[in-house]
């Protein structure tokens, strides 16, 4: 009922005679009057609102430059997410010192891979947001609501992966396009519009698990997400390498991920290099969602089965560590690898504080403390 009260009052106040929404309709309202009076869509004026770049003369080329080295190339990707990595090895020699199980021991690094996991992927999708100049706040009862749909439909079937996985992911498609929808189309606020279906969405988990999940995870899922190879790797680690080779290939070398970068570097410099910002933005928060949803999937196989709140950890950690990784929160910066940087930073710090007889509470407090620091020494060292 929050949820919702809340996304009515900021439609509300949103929706006004220059809301993309009612350009949308104006410019609906013009086709339907021309074609009334058999004007056809190609008499219609248009106006090219896409930059005009000049193009060399006929016969003129432009001299050819010599491919610069690795190092130069992505000397800005280097300079923002090696501090993430530099910050993560003192970590782990920390964690040897204090602990004496770390650099030798591959369960150690094992161990550190699979909790990173979820995280890692959580990365690449509220990354992609950030980078547009966005905020997912919905992750965490997407990532529940997920997880207790899926434990409920497949309740220890393996044969039951086949259709409840499909029916999830698409309940994430659903989730991101709502929150596309109300931010491109009606308006509103991303961080308004993605707490509202966070409420929205702890409300239907609420009614539709009445108050105790029911089922368990799959045996395949739970044996992808805690069995060990000849005794070394879990599954899931060798799926999260492909993982991270996709996500650098999808931001980096893709045009959708060209596009990403153009609408957080200024959303009217986008439009006017003809960038479809609406469509890209809705599949940007799509993505988001679907992230969510497979985490949502993996801690029900990591844990056994469902649980109301498992996603409420996740939401400060899956913008720290875009953060810490080197991205700009305005958008418009940042690479994966960095993103991943600071997945690797925080779960090696959160088990060095775990391995202490410390309290939780105390815990806590030096693991906010920490993520503070870092995150404001690699603010100040961007802006020197």
């Given amino acids: 009922a929050e949820g919702t009260i809340l996304v009515l009052a900021a ?36 106006l090219d609102r896409r930059l005009k770049i000049a193009e060399p003369s006929h016969g003129q080329r432009s001299p050819a430059s010599p491919r610069p080295a690795f190092h130069l190339r992505n000397a800005e990707t280097l300079r923002y997410a090696l501090p993430a990595y530099v910050c993560l090895l003192v970590i782990v020699v920390v964690t040897q010192i204090w602990l004496g199980r770390a650099i030798l021991n591959p369960g150690y690094w094992n161990s550190l891979l699979v909790l990173s996991s979820f995280l890692a992927v959580l990365a ?19 990532i529940g609501i997920s997880g207790i749909i899926l434990a ?7 044969a039951a992966l086949i259709y409840a996985l499909p029916v999830v992911l698409v309940m994430a498609c659903a989730i991101g396009f709502a929150n596309g929808f109300g931010i491109v189309y009606l308006g509103i606020s991303p961080i308004v519009m993605t707490l509202a279906t966070n409420g929205i969405l702890q409300g239907c988990a ?54 990403v970068y153009g609408i957080g570097n200024g959303l009217r410099a986008a439009r006017l290099s003809g960038i479809g910002v609406e469509r890209t933005l809705i599949l940007v928060y ?46 418009g910066r940042g690479h994966y690898l960095g993103m991943l940087g600071g ?3 925080l779960t090696a710090l959160q088990m060095l504080l775990a391995g202490t007889t410390l309290p939780y509470a105390t815990r806590a407090i ?3 403390l920490v993520v503070l620091g870092a995150v404001m020494a690699l603010r100040e060292r961007r802006l020197q």
């Fill in 206 to 259: 609420l009614l539709y698990s009445q108050g105790t999940p029911a089922g368990f995870s799959s045996p395949m899922l739970r044996w992808f997400m805690t069995a060990r190879l000849a005794g070394l790797l879990t599954p899931i680690v060798l799926l999260m390498v492909v993982f991270v080779v996709a996500a650098v290939l999808l931001l980096g070398r893709t045009p959708f991920g060209r596009r």
């Fill in 11 to 46: 439609l509300a106040g949103s929706i006004s005679h220059a809301s993309v929404l009612a350009v949308q309709l104006r410019a609906a309202r013009a086709r339907l009057a021309a074609w009334r009076a058999g004007i056809l869509p190609s008499q219609l004026e248009r």
């Fill in 286 to 331: 799509m993505l988001s969602a679907v992230c969510a949803a497979v985490v949502g999937i993996m801690l029900t196989g990591f844990s056994g089965q469902a649980s109301l709140g498992m996603g409420d950890d996740y939401l400060l950690p899956s913008i720290a560590v875009v953060v810490v990784g080197g991205a700009l929160i305005t958008g």
């Fill in 366 to 368: 030096l693991y906010g």
């Fill in 124 to 142: 690449l999708g509220q990354g992609t947001v950030i980078l547009t100049g966005g905020l997912d706040l919905s992750v965490p009862w997407t």
């Fill in 152 to 158: 409920g439909m497949v309740n220890g079937s393996d």
């Fill in 343 to 345: 997945v690797l930073l």
